[in-house]
Structures are given as structure tokens and as C-alpha cells.
């Protein structure tokens, strides 16, 4: 049964083909086959641009040089010198003579007036307060730049009570030297406007800090002559 169907299927296809292949070759029978040519392109050159002529230069002209005249030259006059003129001769003045005193008219002289004597000039004052220089002390690392300062503010004539109290704290509280205090001190009670009450401050503290005989110099300089 197996050998029948093969039979069959492969006659089947083998007329299939067969058929396929007549129909082709009827269709195809009237064409003609062109076969291919490549067809080739030749491009001419553009000719080369003709050369420029070159144009002529005019010759340049020539320049006419006009001989100098020498005649001329050599005849040129020359101008007279002006003739100086004396000029005319002025009268001098006469001499004038001594003119004598008339016995008869008194001369008065002229009061002397009397000289001016300048009037004694007073020290500027610093334009900075003497409250803030105290302050600014303070701030100071050196004991030496404390002291100078110090003693610049006992010297001013403007120190009041409450700045003389103010700058003698001050002096004991931050000037490490005895010798310094006491310049201080003795800088601010020569000062004409010492108060009684700096004068008071002083001896308060004078016991803590200053020894009997930086007391006693003190006291010495309180102490009206």
C-alpha cells in the first residue's frame, strides 16, 4: 500500500514540473533577450585662459631744469648802512643844595610808643581726652609706654578731680615699678590743678603699694613750702 501511494505522489509531482516548464516556455517565446553594454563617457578639457599682454608703460617725461642766472646773481646791490644819528644832548639835572634849619620854628618829636611784649603763648592742648588716654594705657603690654603715658596726663593743666583719681588707680593698678608710681606722683602734685580729693587717693593706697621712703618723698611734695 505504502509503494502505491509513493508511486502515485512522485508520478503527480514529476507532471506538476513538467507542466510548469510548458507553460514558461510558451509565455517566454516571443521575447528577445538585449544583451549589456557599458557605455563609456569621454570629457573634452576646458582649453587653458589665453595669456595677458602685457600693456606699455609710457615713457616719463623729462623734466626741464632752467639754468640759474648767474648774471643776475652777481649783480644784486647792497643796501647803504643807516647812518647813526647823535641823538640830541638832555639838560642834567642841578644838584640840589643843603637846606639849613630855621632857627625860628621849634621841631616837635614824635612820642615813642611803647614796645609790645608778646604774650606768653600756652601749651596746645592734645586734641584726645585725658580720660581716654587713661584708658588707652591700660591696653598697653610695656610698663615703660604706661608710664610715659601716665605722666603726659598728669602734666595736662585741663585734669579734673575725677580724671586726677581715675589716672592715680590706674597707676597702681597697672605700673609694676615703685620708682614709676612715684614719678607719676610727684609729676601730678606739682600740677597747679592737684585736687584734694587726687591727694586724698593717694595716701589711701599709698600703704599697699609704696614703701616709707617713696611715702615719705611724697609726703615731702604734699607738704606746702
Known amino acids: 500500500m505504502k509503494i502505491i501511494l ?30 549589456w553594454e557599458p557605455t563609456l563617457t569621454v570629457e573634452t578639457p576646458t582649453p587653458p585662459p589665453a595669456p595677458l599682454q602685457a600693456q606699455p608703460v609710457a615713457a616719463a617725461p623729462h623734466a626741464i631744469i632752467k639754468a640759474p642766472d648767474l ?12 647812518v647813526a644819528v647823535a641823538a640830541p644832548k638832555e639838560d642834567l639835572p642841578k644838584p640840589l643844595l ?11 618829636s614824635a612820642p615813642e610808643q611803647p614796645e609790645k611784649t608778646a604774650a606768653p603763648t600756652q601749651p596746645a592742648m592734645p586734641s584726645v581726652s585725658a580720660e581716654k588716654m587713661i584708658e588707652d ?6 610698663n615703660s609706654t604706661r608710664r610715659s603715658v601716665y605722666v603726659a596726663v598728669a602734666k ?3 585734669l579734673g578731680p575725677n580724671a586726677q583719681v581715675r589716672l592715680i588707680n590706674d597707676t597702681y ?4 615699678s615703685e620708682t614709676a608710681m612715684e614719678e607719676v606722683f610727684i ?14 587717693a593717694i595716701l589711701k593706697r599709698a600703704d599697699d603699694f609704696l614703701s616709707e621712703s617713696a611715702k615719705q618723698r611724697i609726703t615731702a611734695a604734699l607738704t606746702p613750702k
Do not use: M
Open 98 to 108: 643843603p637846606v639849613e634849619p630855621d632857627p625860628n620854628i621849634v621841631q616837635v
Open 137 to 142: 594705657a591700660a591696653k598697653l603690654d610695656s
Open 187 to 200: 609729676t601730678l602734685i606739682q600740677n597747679p590743678a592737684f585736687a584734694p580729693a587726687a591727694q586724698h
Open 156 to 158: 595736662r593743666p585741663d
Open 71 to 82: 648774471l643776475a646773481a652777481t649783480q644784486t646791490q647792497v643796501a647803504p648802512a643807516p
Open 173 to 176: 593698678d597697672n605700673l609694676l
Open 6 to 35: 509513493w508511486t502515485l505522489t512522485l508520478g503527480a509531482s514529476i507532471l506538476a514540473l513538467l507542466g510548469c516548464y510548458a507553460v514558461g516556455t510558451f509565455v517566454g517565446h516571443g521575447e528577445q533577450i538585449v544583451p
